[in-house]
């Protein structure tokens, strides 16, 4: 069962929309988080230990985490969606957006 965890900037829009569209998924574990110190729930060495396969929504979201927890990511999966900051949460123009970009690496 994989052991995802997706990565936005406050964790209020689309990573949370990511957890439960993809927790719905049969074998699949999600979590979310964000890079800015004041996300809803901020990114952590532990939550990074858990997960097997990391997608972030934007590239500038790869680099922050690359250089704040470089230790913790050493054999990880980090996938970048190049999904931009314009979704509402749950927005259905976001879920199917997710759905084909995240969809085949669950599969």
């Known amino acids: ?16 929309t990511a957890e439960q569209v993809f927790s719905q998924w049969p074998g699949v574990e999600c979590a979310s ?9 901020p990114v952590s060495g532990e939550l990074l230990d858990w997960a097997e396969i990391v997608f972030v929504m934007e590239r500038a979201h790869r680099t922050r985490l690359g250089t704040r927890f470089r230790l913790h990511l050493n054999g990880k999966r980090v996938i970048c969606l190049d999904i931009p900051d314009k979704y509402k949460f749950m ?4 879920i199917r957006l997710l759905e084909a970009k995240v969809g085949p690496y669950l599969r």
């Open 91 to 94: 927005e259905p123009a976001l």
């Open 1 to 16: 069962m994989p052991r995802v965890l997706f990565i936005c900037a406050q964790n209020r829009l689309r990573s949370p």
């Open 33 to 41: 988080a964000g890079l800015h110190d004041s996300a809803d729930e």
